[in-house]
């Protein structure tokens, strides 16, 4: 079983900064891609942004040049700093990786997400 569990969030003016952590455990053998999801309300989930095992990036255009991914391998770890918020922001952020377990299983986890709200 494998379990990410994220930290940060919370309430910020906009313009301000924030940064999400996430940690994987469990039966990891490996991690490919990470990346953070987010769901306003009376919205779909969508991509914030993903980072791969080797670093490559991908942003939603929504973020591009306001949040960074990054993640540490040795720590199975992934973080999203977030710079320059804006009230549509505001959403519940989820952590995301696809693991290969020691059963060598692909699964994909979530987080349990962690709440972001931008004031105005």
């Known amino acids: 079983q494998v379990q990410l569990v994220e930290s940060g969030g919370g309430l910020v003016q906009a313009g301000g900064s924030l940064s999400l952590s996430c940690a994987a455990s469990g039966t990891i053998f490996s991690i490919n891609t990470m990346g953070w999801y987010r769901q306003a309300p009376g919205k779909q989930r969508e991509l914030v942004a993903l980072i791969s095992s080797n670093g490559n990036t991908n942003y939603a255009d929504s973020v591009k040049g306001r949040f960074t991914i990054s993640r540490d391998n040795a720590k199975n770890t992934v973080s999203l700093q977030m710079n320059s918020l804006k009230p549509e922001d505001t959403a519940v952020y989820y952590c995301?990786?696809?693991?290969?377990?020691?059963?060598?299983?692909?699964?994909?986890?979530w987080g349990q997400g962690t709440q972001v709200t931008v004031s105005s």
């Open positions: 995301n990786a696809n693991v290969w377990t020691t059963n060598w299983v692909s699964t994909w986890a």
